[in-house]
Nanobody, 114 residues
């Protein structure tokens, strides 16, 4: 059974940076397209960024140029580097397999506020 454990969130001022990590187990990680999602209060969960097994990346327009997704297949871990954070980036961030979601983890809270 898949297990996804997100970490690295916190409280940061506008313009600040955070690096999120997601450790995966129970899946053949290196073969999976992985994604970072977020869900803000009262809103639906949305895809933020994705990365293929070969390292090709894609981003939602609202994070392009600010966020970078990466992966380490040896560590079964996917990362999200978040720069130039804005208050509207406040949300719980999750990782999961893109297209065939596994059980969702607990997520990691990101709060951008002065």
């Amino acid at each position: 059974q898949a297990q996804l454990v997100e970490s690295g969130g916190g409280l940061v001022q506008p313009g600040g940076t955070l690096r999120l990590s997601c450790a995966a187990s129970g899946i053949v990680f290196r073969l999976k397209v992985m994604g970072w999602y977020r869900q803000a209060p009262g809103k639906q969960r949305e895809l933020v960024a994705g990365i293929t097994s070969g390292g090709s990346t894609s981003y939602a327009d609202f994070v392009k140029g600010r966020f970078t997704i990466s992966r380490d297949n040896a560590k079964n871990t996917v990362y999200l580097q978040m720069n130039s954070l804005k208050p509207e980036d406040t949300a719980v961030y999750y990782c999961n397999v893109v297209g065939v979601p596994q059980n969702w983890g607990q997520g990691t809270q990101v709060t951008v506020s002065s």
